[in-house]
């Protein structure tokens, strides 16, 4: 008997060996781009000390290479001009042949929401159903959606939709970043070759999270954060964990300062707590709106309420509305329910040991972190059950009183088990893995969430473009969308955020390699998602086509250039000013602000010479500086010949509102 299962063994895994096969990443399978006449890496794993051959069908070459101890093997494959399909084998004894490889030009796609914006999906963008049914039409342009993943340490391993590549059709183009496909759609028709596009990118993400953490250590500024993270523990199971502690701790400091605590009892709970002289507010209703204007923190309410005598040793039901953000609710001193989470149904079990007849006092603790706050909901949605037709409404005059400003209270623990925006984290898990996947370039639309550090991004820019260079050991060209417009129109001269993370963006461009298509002409006042992607992605292929493939075109607007003070005036001088310098429908130009030594700007009279423009007002007699489309969203109008938008500017370097934060 034991010597028919030695033998059965024997042959079990004598046939495992047999059909052993190499593994490959996503990014190396059916439908693959690779880069056009380069040295080409393909990399994977197999058995330990295992040979592992590469056949490529464009030239018959073979390429042979040993695994390591571990089984880890990677080689480079000389690759020809564009053209396929072909295959490529790989065996370490049972072949893979990936089908329909093409040759051609490889870009990486990365930011935050405006990258991630599919072409249908959550953004449609205008068009989008002509758009993907056109899709067909190129076969030749490759997509490669990477799967969103976090980690506190570089890896290896990447998922991607559909396990690899897809052709380009209607429904692969439907979940693909919309401002990627159209800058490859226009590569592929101006320089006709097959375009990969590796889609890495994540709504609301900080540039932060996607550089690496041997790159922010250089930054003095990085140091506490950097600190931080190095005491995190390495699994997501034990981050998690480790979350969940901090939060117990936190809630505990925070009573240490809460008016309404007194050694850890919650004080302003109990039934005999004086509240006579609080204040009364309408429930439902914002705080903000019934005398706590602009108000953040944690505020006390109470409702002191009768409990009929038939009701004594029952469970009851509470409902308390909808909550914007958190709270801790109590009946009788004895906290019954918490709930994190803005805008939230809230619905607690008073337990029966609580229940006596005659008075009861309901106490809720709400943390409101920002905006407007309070017990929300309908007035129905607020009441204290014991059945369902049996309930004591709640809605109405309740007691309330600050306990706690926003400002004094600590900053609340990240779940970093979950968190996207932890520096580094989006470097190491969707980034890394692709490294050193040959590529041509890469673009970049981001910058929405760091606009309240503009003056740090002007260091994080650079920092991360520089990252990834040397990561992949080649200055391969970046091209980045510079902010769009969003919010309402500013009607009179302001400082803004955006228009200074528009300056970190454009501050960017002395980087060797690198362009920016401007957008500001192209947003939307209430979308953060402007639909308009296909002209996004357009004026980030003019860049590529003039910068990378040489094509003699306008691929820029007119950038400011330098100024020269004559008198009351000021002229302005610019470059890219291809066909000369013009309005959008001849208007007269709008957007330039000046000011005098006592930095307040007033709008400005601009005129158009040569390809110069001459801005003065009457209202500023010795003008020393001048800005144009400087606000969230400016009204402005100037362009060039080409029809492409001036880039926002300003000639002082003033501290600007963001000076100073981290």
């Known amino acids: 008997m034991y010597k028919n299962i030695a033998i059965s063994l024997f042959f079990f895994l004598g046939s495992a060996m047999l059909s052993a096969q190499v593994n490959l990443l996503p990014i190396f399978s059916d439908n693959m781009v690779l880069q056009q006449q380069t040295q080409a890496p393909i990399w994977g794993k197999s058995k330990p000390d295992k040979k592992v051959e590469i056949i490529t069908s464009w030239d018959q070459k073979r390429y042979t290479v040993q695994a390591d101890a571990q089984g880890n093997w990677k080689t480079e494959v000389y690759t020809p001009v564009a053209g396929g399909p072909y295959t490529i084998t ?10 329909n490889v093409m040759i051609g030009e490889v870009w990486v796609c990365s930011g935050q929401s405006n990258m991630e914006m599919q072409v249908e999906g959550w953004g449609k963008v205008m068009n989008y159903q002509q758009e993907k049914e056109e899709a067909n039409n190129y076969p030749n342009i490759r997509f490669l959606l990477v799967e969103k993943a976090t980690s506190p340490l570089p890896i290896n391993d990447i998922k991607a939709a559909g396990n690899g590549w897809q052709v380009c059709s209607s429904k692969s183009v439907a979940d693909f970043s919309a401002a990627g496909y159209f800058f490859g759609r226009d590569l592929h028709k101006y320089q006709n070759v097959p375009i ?37 523990p390495i699994s997501k199971e034990d981050r998690e964990k480790k979350f969940h502690s901090d939060v117990e701790d936190w809630k505990k400091e925070i009573e240490k300062i809460d008016k309404g605590f007194v050694n850890s009892q919650a004080v302003w709970a109990t039934p005999d707590f004086e509240d006579s002289v609080w204040k009364t507010m309408k429930v439902p209703g914002l705080m903000q709106d019934q005398g706590l204007k602009g108000f953040n923190g944690i505020v006390w309410f109470r409702k002191t309420i009768d409990i009929p005598t038939d009701w004594a040793g029952k469970e009851l039901t509470l409902n308390v509305g909808v909550i914007d953000d958190n709270d801790f609710t109590y009946f009788n001193g004895v906290q019954i329910g918490h709930t994190e989470g803005w805008m939230t149904p809230r619905s607690y079990k008073v337990p029966k040991e609580l229940v006596k007849g005659g008075k009861a006092v309901i106490a809720v603790r ?9 017990i929300n909901g309908s007035p129905e949605s607020i009441s204290l059950h014991r059945s369902q037709s049996d309930a004591i409404p709640l809605a109405g005059d309740w007691k309330y009183q600050v306990s706690l400003n926003i400002k004094d209270i600590p900053q609340m623990p990240v779940n970093t088990a979950n968190e996207p925006n932890i520096p580094g984290f989006l470097f190491n898990a969707m980034l890394n893995p692709l490294i050193p996947y040959s590529i041509k370039g890469a673009i970049w639309y981001q910058g929405e969430a ?31 969308v510079q902010l769009a417009s969003f919010t309402a129109q500013q ?109 307040k700007f007033h709008w400005a009279d601009a005129v158009i010479e040569g390809n110069t423009i001459v801005v003065s007002s009457p209202a500023v007699a010795f003008p020393v500086a001048v800005r144009y489309a400087w606000a969230d969203n400016p009204i402005c109008n100037l362009y060039n010949g080409a029809n492409l938008p001036a880039s926002p500017f300003r000639t002082d370097d003033w501290p600007g509102i963001t000076a100073g934060n981290k």
């Open 90 to 99: 790989i065996s370490d004894g049972k072949p893979i042949k990936l089908n």
């Open 366 to 374: 709400v943390m409101d972190t920002g905006g407007t706050g309070g």
């Open 196 to 232: 990969g596009l590796i889609d890495t990118s994540w709504g609301g993400t900080y540039i932060e999270t996607w550089t690496s953490k041997d790159a922010l250590a250089t930054m003095p500024d990085m140091q506490k954060k950097l600190d931080v993270l190095n005491k995190l």
């Open 450 to 480: 760091n606009t309240g550090q503009a003056y740090l991004y002007r260091e994080l820019m650079p920092l991360m473009i520089t990252d990834w260079r040397n990561s992949w050991g080649t200055d391969f060209p970046f091209y980045m």
């Open 491 to 599: 009607t009179a001269p302001v400082d803004a955020t955006w228009a200074e993370l528009r300056e970190a963006q454009t501050r960017t461009l002395h980087l060797e390699n690198t362009g920016m298509a401007v957008t500001i002409d192209i947003g939307d006042a209430f979308d953060i998602h402007p639909k308009n992607k296909q002209e996004v992605g357009r004026r980030l292929a003019l860049a590529a086509r003039a910068q990378t493939y040489g094509e003699k075109i306008p691929y820029s607007g007119p950038m400011y250039d330098t100024y020269q003070m004559e008198g009351n005036k000021i002229r302005i001088y610019f470059k890219h000013t291809d066909g000369g310098l013009k309005t959008a429908n001849n208007e007269i130009i709008k957007g330039f602000t000046i000011a005098g030594v006592d930095h």
